[in-house]
């Protein structure tokens, strides 16, 4: 029985935070307020790279993905398509699948198949790039949750929305997260390296199309130089890269990084990088935040959040 009110839900929208911890976190928070008990299919939609695994995690507590770490074959789920070999999985009661993965190995029609009988059994189903598989199972999920600069949580209702159309969101929007989260690893860089300012003095929050750094203490920072710095390693075109679960690599310098997959490939791919040229005091936090943005609206950053109301294009 759906609670009254998630009736009237069209949508509820948060940002999606650079970070594995921080998106276990939020997983979990989407979990606790917006799942319910008879929720049987989940769809989760978002380009590769995005966070969707971190997401899932957090709103699924030990759950084994598929696409993880081969603890669950692809082929042997698919046995259980026939109802008495679902008797060797039958304490499961939470199933992931991975549509895009899982096309490597099995037709359309045989994964629809597969989560019908998964339906019928009555077990919960998380799918994740359910938009693949939308059209050929022919049934909407109970729950949507988009990943892309933004999280967005939907109950569909007759009228929508469809998944094609929650992906398009997120798929336009995905850019702007990794170009942000490039440009704080490279002012966080310039930080440590040219103003001696580790990471013990600050700890991440976020903005819409940019990135903040909440600074424990008012310091005397030289807002433009420090911008102009940032300027000079992105105009190198160095390379991103991946190094390890903790770090990344910008051109030869390694960089501690809790998002070492959401990057851009190179310094050249962000665009409209600034700094704003004060730090804002948060009365709640008591903290005064350095804002990175990589758009070209850089007015009116105190109503700066409005913009997700009006538009989804910078």
């Given at each position: 029985?759906i609670n009254?009110?998630?009736?009237?839900?069209?949508?509820?929208?948060?940002?999606a935070?650079?970070?594995?911890?921080r998106?276990?976190?939020?997983?979990e928070?989407i979990?606790?307020?917006?799942?319910q008990f008879?929720?049987?299919?989940?769809?989760?939609?978002g380009d590769?790279?995005?966070?969707?695994?971190?997401l899932?995690k957090?709103?699924?507590?030990?759950l084994e993905?598929?696409?993880?770490?081969?603890?669950?074959?692809?082929r042997?789920?698919?046995?259980t398509?026939d109802i008495?070999?679902?008797?060797e999985?039958?304490?499961?009661?939470?199933?992931h699948?991975d549509?895009?993965?899982?096309?490597g190995?099995f037709?359309m029609?045989?994964i629809?198949?597969f989560?019908?009988?998964l339906?019928e059994?009555?077990?919960?189903?998380?799918?994740?790039h359910?938009?693949?598989?939308?059209?050929?199972?022919?049934?909407n999920?109970?729950?949507?949750?988009?990943?892309g600069?933004e999280?967005?949580?939907?109950?569909?209702?007759?009228?929508?929305?469809l998944p094609?159309?929650?992906?398009?969101?997120?798929?336009?929007?995905?850019?702007?997260?990794?170009?942000?989260?490039?440009a704080?690893?490279?002012?966080?860089l310039v930080?440590?390296?040219d103003f001696?300012?580790?990471?013990?003095?600050y700890?991440?929050?976020?903005?819409?199309?940019?990135?903040?750094?909440k600074?424990?203490?008012?310091?005397?920072?030289?807002?433009?130089?420090?911008?102009?710095?940032?300027?000079?390693i992105i105009?190198?075109?160095?390379?991103?890269?991946?190094?390890?679960?903790d770090?990344?690599?910008?051109?030869e310098?390694?960089?501690?990084c809790?998002?070492?997959?959401?990057?851009v490939?190179?310094?050249s791919?962000?665009?409209?990088f600034?700094?704003?040229?004060e730090?804002?005091h948060?009365?709640?936090?008591n903290?005064y935040?350095?804002i990175?943005?990589v758009?070209k609206?850089t007015e009116n950053?105190m109503?700066r959040?409005?913009?997700y109301?009006?538009?989804r294009?910078?």
């Amino acid at each position: 029985m759906i609670n009254p009110v998630q009736k009237y839900l069209i949508a509820s929208q948060y940002y999606a935070p650079r970070g594995k911890e921080r998106l276990i976190f939020l997983g979990e928070h989407i979990s606790q307020r917006h799942l319910q008990f008879s929720d049987r299919l989940i769809g989760i939609v978002g380009d590769a790279g995005s966070g969707k695994s971190s997401l899932i995690k957090g709103m699924f507590p030990g759950l084994e993905l598929s696409n993880d770490d081969d603890v669950i074959n692809p082929r042997k789920i698919m046995l259980t398509r026939d109802i008495i070999a679902m008797d060797e999985v039958r304490e499961a009661a939470s199933f992931h699948l991975d549509i895009r993965f899982m096309q490597g190995f099995f037709q359309m029609y045989e994964i629809a198949q597969f989560i019908r009988t998964l339906l019928e059994n009555k077990k919960r189903v998380i799918i994740e790039h359910f938009n693949l598989i939308y059209s050929t199972l022919g049934i909407n999920a109970d729950i949507i949750v988009g990943i892309g600069e933004e999280i967005i949580v939907t109950r569909p209702s007759v009228f929508g929305p469809l998944p094609e159309s929650i992906c398009e969101i997120v798929h336009k929007s995905l850019k702007y997260r990794k170009m942000a989260h490039s440009a704080e690893e490279i002012t966080r860089l310039v930080l440590q390296e040219d103003f001696n300012i580790g990471n013990n003095h600050y700890y991440f929050s976020d903005v819409r199309n940019g990135f903040v750094m909440k600074f424990y203490e008012n310091l005397n920072l030289d807002i433009s130089l420090l911008e102009t710095k940032v300027k000079e390693i992105i105009g190198q075109s160095l390379p991103i890269a991946y190094y390890d679960e903790d770090h990344i690599k910008i051109g030869e310098s390694i960089v501690d990084c809790d998002g070492p997959r959401l990057q851009v490939k190179n310094t050249s791919e962000i665009r409209n990088f600034s700094l704003v040229k004060e730090l804002i005091h948060d009365p709640e936090s008591n903290t005064y935040c350095l804002i990175g943005l990589v758009d070209k609206n850089t007015e009116n950053i105190m109503n700066r959040n409005t913009q997700y109301f009006l538009t989804r294009d910078c």
